[in-house]
């Protein structure tokens, strides 16, 4: 057994974890993922104690993301993938990649317990530095199709942290496209207020909180050009919200204060 003695921001890579295995876990469940179970039952930690009972919401966010990397390496099989925030995700085992080029950048303790269970190679590089310092970027090549993911991470920037980074990308590698998700502004609130999750974990401060319904406008301010973009709202696999999500997200006055995911390209 391993004890991640894990604190702060990195702690929360155990939250989504977390939320992933239980899902599959479940005998139903929607992600089918044996690398991400076998890290979770070697981790000696309480995640109930910490996170309370896992939900659906990590996994459904993980095939989500998958989803839209599959569709990338359909047309690019020879891309170049960036996670950001990477963590103990397991994207490389779930998703068929095998002539494209994988970078797992998070901070340097985060890629320590990364690397207890998942080794880098020639294919699958590992970089250990924040995202915000752009020294990651030296590493990737500029002639490849790329496509970099942001899975719960940008909230844990402040907002000219994001909005620094994403005009570094955009003019760094033209064409490429981003994938993340974002919480909604009153829930970014919650958590510089002290959101206690269950009586024995408090979040992390979240200071990046954006309505749904301005991330088109206000990516599209930072960076000229956007080629496409998209967006989802969370769905839930199971429980109550998997049917009250669909009718809260139809109200009006709801979407736009609801989390969601964005995906866009970067101009040529
Ligand atoms: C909520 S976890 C998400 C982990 C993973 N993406 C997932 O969905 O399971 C947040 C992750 O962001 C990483 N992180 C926090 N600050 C970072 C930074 N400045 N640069 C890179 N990664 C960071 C943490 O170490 C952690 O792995």
């Not at 009972?53 to 170049?80: I, N, T, W």
């Not at 009153?186 to 009586?199: A, D, I, M, N, V």
């Not at 990516?219 to 967006?231: E, K, L």
């Not at 989802?232 to 139809?250: D, N, Q």
Request: proline share 7%.
């Amino acid at each position: 057994m391993h004890v991640p003695n894990l604190t702060g921001i990195p702690e929360t890579m155990l939250w989504t974890l977390h939320n992933r295995a239980g899902e599959a876990l479940h005998e139903n469940g929607i992600i089918r993922d044996p690398k991400c179970c076998e890290i979770y039952k070697a981790l000696d930690y309480d995640f109930e104690r910490s996170f309370g009972k896992a939900d659906g919401s990590h996994a459904m966010r993980s095939c989500f993301f998958d989803e839209r990397l599959r569709e990338f390496l359909a047309r690019h099989p020879d891309g170049v993938i960036i996670n950001l925030g990477e963590g103990l995700e397991t994207q490389r085992f779930r998703v068929v990649g095998d002539e494209a080029l994988w970078f797992s950048i998070d901070l340097p303790d985060a890629i320590a317990i990364r690397e207890r269970f998942i080794q880098p190679d020639e294919q699958h590089r590992h970089i250990g530095i924040s995202a915000l310092d752009t020294r990651w970027m030296d590493a990737v090549p500029n002639d490849r199709p790329i496509y970099m993911t942001a899975q719960g991470l940008l909230m844990y920037f402040t907002p000219n942290e994001v909005k620094d980074l994403v005009v570094a990308m955009a003019e760094r590698f033209p064409g490429a496209w981003i994938a993340f998700d974002h919480i909604p502004e009153w829930l970014s609130r919650k958590t510089q207020g002290g959101w206690q999750k269950t009586p024995h974990y408090r979040t992390p401060e979240m200071p990046w909180g954006i309505n749904f319904t301005e991330v088109e406008q206000t990516f599209r301010q930072w960076v000229p050009g956007i080629q496409a973009f998209h967006q989802t709202h969370f769905k839930m696999p199971r429980g109550i919200w998997r049917y009250l999500g669909p009718i809260f997200i139809a109200l009006p006055f709801m979407r736009p204060i609801a989390p969601g995911i964005s995906w866009l390209q970067f101009a040529d």
